[in-house]
């Protein structure tokens, strides 16, 4: 299947990031974030690219997705019964990510890098939505490459490879270190679940900008002993 590419708007709103960092209204900060939220509503297109994909077959310790072999346990044993899934790539667009990065001011820095990371949310929100309506899968669950020891960052290649044509899509490409650019960036499989599986529940990252659960410390701890 072809790749579905989603983009939007993104107009963020200066009171919930004043807030996060104790700015009021009549701080002297506080103009500047106004100014911010307006350009980046202006200027910032986020994007994300996502396909239907099968299931081939899964073993012990692999699982090979419409050719693309991904290795490990963990992913085996999340995919053993699924036969259809959703790789994704979702990114705050190119024109947000050189977008406030000269700013000599700290706490506007981490303002500003907030309002990239957020950013996301509003498109990863969309591919969850697209799917629900366009595939009827509703109960999500989310594998995301490095979120955890036992998926590493690596098997992003093999998620880009199964994507196929993500840079010319949506301008995120993947560097030699496994790295996505723009920086703010996320990767990631859905697929249907009863069981609701989600990454975040053992992933200690609490400022990713694709978190949707809260961390869960029973249960990565568990994870940790396989």
């Not at 099968?54 to 999340?78: L, M, N, P, Q, W």
């Not at 700013?103 to 303002?111: N, V």
């Not at 650019?181 to 990767?187: A, D, R, T």
Request: hydrophobic residues 35%.
């Amino acid at each position: 299947m072809d790749l579905i590419v989603l983009k939007t708007q993104y107009q963020p709103d200066p009171k919930k990031i004043a807030g996060k960092y104790s700015i009021e209204s009549d701080d002297p900060l506080y103009p500047f974030i106004v100014t911010a939220c307006n350009q980046v509503g202006e200027l910032g297109k986020p994007v994300a690219c996502f396909k239907e994909a099968t299931v081939d077959e899964t073993g012990s310790d692999y699982a090979v997705i419409e050719g693309v072999r991904f290795s490990g346990k963990f992913i085996a044993d999340r995919l053993k019964d699924v036969k259809t899934v959703y790789p994704y790539v979702a990114s705050c667009g190119k024109e947000l990510d050189t977008w406030g990065r000269s700013c000599d001011d700290l706490i506007l820095d981490y303002c500003y890098d907030d309002i990239r990371q957020s950013s996301i949310k509003p498109v990863l929100d969309m591919v969850h939505q697209t799917i629900m309506n366009q595939f009827g899968a509703y109960k999500l669950s989310s594998l995301n490459p490095g979120s955890i020891p036992q998926w590493p960052i690596t098997e992003q290649r093999s998620l880009f490879k199964l994507l196929g044509p993500v840079y010319e899509k949506t301008q995120v490409r993947l560097d030699k270190t496994m790295l996505m650019y723009p920086l703010k960036s996320v990767s990631g499989i859905l697929f249907e679940s009863k069981e609701g599986y989600c990454n975040c529940k053992i992933c200690r990252r609490q400022n990713c900008p694709g978190r949707r659960e809260d961390l869960d410390e029973d249960q990565l701890t568990k994870m940790l002993d396989w």
